[in-house]
């Protein structure tokens, strides 16, 4: 079915893609989300086009007077159809209690994990592997490779500092102002200047009578596509639409991935109103 609406919870639920949201509950404190990751096919929503591409968890505790955030994406890959292996991004960072959830340290690793020979397991590539570790005080950040004492690299930053995964703390919160003026720090690797939080005039609609009204707020800048987040009424981020890629809240994420990679069969394209 052809599509050229824009990409909402309704229009994922009407063309057969899972948004049965966990229930409704209280966002404070200490808080875990897990996303389904879903590639969509922007000419045809809900068609075979549509691939179920990875999981994000988002690990949120207080700690310090402000917040350490874990955050792990794995994104499926493939090869000629076949499925070929994952790519991991594990980030630590912490972040103040403040309006922007300030970042002030982390440590990022990723990798690449593939087959063996007999396509039994899945191993880490060690020729693959990266880590940088980063902290940004006053209006400097600074970066560099580990292990090993590595030179830092210094940028001066003008305003306020956010991450793409900080920003679900500054979602989560109850009541959400508009932010202006902020610099984007993107998986902890890439820095994007010119930010903007905004929320979106009258979004808020009924979803159903389990999880009650969403609203959507949009994030743009340099260098990205706008950021959607839907929030329920506690301020859960339950949805988030970046271009075709979809964030889905879902408790069972990360076992749904991990069946896949159990498999190691072919990984075709999800017709997702079949499932």
């Given at each position: ?94 972040c103040r209690a403040d309006e ?176």
């Amino acid at each position: 079915m052809k599509s050229s609406r824009r990409i909402t919870p309704w229009l994922l639920r009407e063309h057969g893609i899972a948004v049965e949201y966990p229930e409704l509950k209280e966002v404070g404190g200490a808080w875990k989300n897990t996303y389904q990751v879903y590639n969509l096919s922007m000419e045809e929503i809900g068609g075979n086009l549509n691939r179920r591409i990875g999981c994000v968890s988002i690990d949120c505790r207080p700690a310090g007077g402000g917040y350490v955030v874990e955050t792990v994406r794995k994104t499926l890959m493939e090869q000629g159809n076949i499925f070929a292996g994952n790519a991991t991004l594990r980030i630590s960072e912490e972040c103040r209690a403040d309006e922007y959830a300030t970042p002030i340290r982390w440590r990022v690793n990723s990798a690449y994990s593939s087959f063996d020979e007999g396509r039994t397991q899945l191993v880490e590539r060690a020729d693959t592997r990266f880590s940088e570790e980063g902290e940004f005080c006053g209006s400097v950040l600074r970066r560099r490779a580990i292990p090993g004492e590595g030179r830092w690299h210094e940028m001066q930053l003008a305003g306020p500092l956010c991450s793409n995964w900080g920003i679900f703390v500054v979602l989560q919160r109850k009541t959400v102002a508009d932010m202006d003026g902020f610099s984007l720090l993107e998986d902890a690797l890439r820095f994007k200047p010119g930010y903007a939080l905004r929320a979106v005039p009258d979004s808020t609609a009924e979803f159903d009578k389990r999880i009650g009204t969403l609203s959507s707020m949009v994030m743009w800048g340099r260098g990205n596509l706008p950021y959607e987040f839907w929030r329920d009424g506690n301020g859960r981020v339950v949805t988030v639409v970046n271009g075709s890629k979809v964030l889905v809240l879902d408790d069972r994420a990360e076992e749904i991935i991990a069946h896949h990679e159990a498999e190691g069969k072919v990984y075709p394209a999800v017709n997702l109103a079949e499932e």
